[in-house]
Structures are given as structure tokens and as C-alpha cells.
Nanobody
Framework: QVQLVESGGGLVQAGGSLRLSCAASGRTSSAYAMGWFRQAPGKERQFVTAISWSGGSTYYADSVKGRFTISRNNGKNTVYLQMNSLKPEDTAVYYC???????????????????WGQGTQVTVSS
């Protein structure tokens, strides 16, 4: 099993920035592609971004492209989400996810994702 713990959420004004972290523990050798998803109140969970094991391939939802950046440090078993130019519509619970398979391009969106964190709240005020 792989355990994922997100941190870094909080309250920020529109136009501000936050950096989320996701620390993996347990059988981290089973975690290859990593992704971030989010769920706003009353809405379905949606894909935000994902990254391959090497970090050489990433994929972003159109809504965050150019504002969010995903990265990872395999030595620390941690994946990051740098969020800039935040908008009120970015308000959601952000979840980290890990896949037992690696990915490339669109495959990073499709997953599947096998392990999930508990989520961290991001609130953007207008």
C-alpha cells in the first residue's frame, strides 16, 4: 500500500499563490505516475494535472494551464503543485493520487489512479 498525505492548503486572495505538497510513504516503489485532482462543493471530482515518474511528461487541465505547475522529488517521495494567479473558481479540496503505472502525455490524465490522499482545502477569496 501507498499512503499519501497532502499539505499546504489554506485561504488566499485572488491573484495569490499556494504550493501544495504530497508526501508518499509505504510501498512507494509501487507509485509511479502522480496526479492532483480537486473537488468543489456540489461538483464532481476533476483532474487538475499529473506527472510521470521521471517528471519528463506532464499533463494539465485547460483550466489551470499556464497557472499551475506540477513537479516531483523522487528522493523525497514528494510531489508538488505550485498554484499561481489563483481564482475563486479554484476553490476546492485538492487530492493527491498515485498510479501503479507510469504515464506519458494524455495517459497521465486517463490514469488509472490507485491510491488517494485525504485532501487539503484551498479557498480563494475574491
Amino acid at each position: 500500500q501507498v499512503q499519501l498525505v497532502e499539505s499546504g492548503g489554506g485561504l488566499v486572495q485572488a491573484g495569490g499563490s499556494l504550493r501544495l505538497s504530497c508526501a508518499a510513504s509505504g510501498r512507494t516503489s509501487s507509485a509511479y505516475a502522480m496526479g492532483w485532482f480537486r473537488q468543489a462543493p456540489g461538483k464532481e471530482r476533476q483532474f487538475v494535472t499529473a506527472i510521470s515518474w521521471s517528471g519528463g511528461s506532464t499533463y494539465y487541465a485547460d483550466s489551470v494551464k499556464g497557472r499551475f505547475t506540477i513537479s516531483r522529488n523522487n528522493g523525497k517521495n514528494t510531489v508538488y503543485l505550485q498554484m499561481n494567479s489563483l481564482k475563486p473558481e479554484d476553490t476546492a479540496v485538492y487530492y493527491c493520487a498515485a498510479s501503479r503505472a507510469d504515464c506519458s502525455g494524455y495517459g497521465c490524465y486517463r490514469g488509472p489512479y490507485d491510491y488517494w490522499g485525504q485532501g487539503t482545502q484551498v479557498t480563494v477569496s475574491s
